[in-house]
């Protein structure tokens, strides 16, 4: 079992940056794979970056060279830093992290808020 717990969402200006964090607790070493989704009410969630056991990252076209993923082994904690935050960013954030059994574990999500 792992559990995950994500933080750091609210309201920001456009232009302005968020740090979201996921702390996961459990079974750490079956995780293969994390991750940050997205969604908005009446749309299907949406993968915006994730990092491999091999720390290869991967961003969704709409996010690249302004959001960063990065893994902290030693706390156990997955990070998502946006910068330059656009309205379209506006959704509830989901942390996700994937086990050697092929078992998915998703957070309870956290609302991130672009408004002037």
């Known amino acids: 079992q792992v559990q995950l717990v994500e933080s750091g969402g609210g309201l920001v200006q456009p232009g302005g940056s968020l740090r979201l964090s996921c702390a996961a607790s459990g079974t750490i070493s079956s995780i293969v794979g994390t991750g940050w989704y997205r969604q908005v009410p009446g749309k299907q969630r949406e993968l915006v970056a994730s990092?491999?056991?091999?720390?290869?990252?991967n961003y969704a076209d709409s996010v690249k060279g302004r959001f960063t993923i990065t893994r902290d082994n030693a706390e156990k904690t997955v990070h998502l830093q946006m910068n330059n935050l656009k309205p379209e960013d506006t959704a509830i954030y989901y942390c996700?992290?994937?086990?050697?059994?092929?078992?998915?574990?998703w957070g309870q999500g956290t609302q991130v808020t672009v408004s002037s």
């Open positions: 996700n992290a994937a086990t050697t059994r092929g078992i998915v574990y």
């Open positions: 990092v491999g056991r091999s720390s290869r990252e």
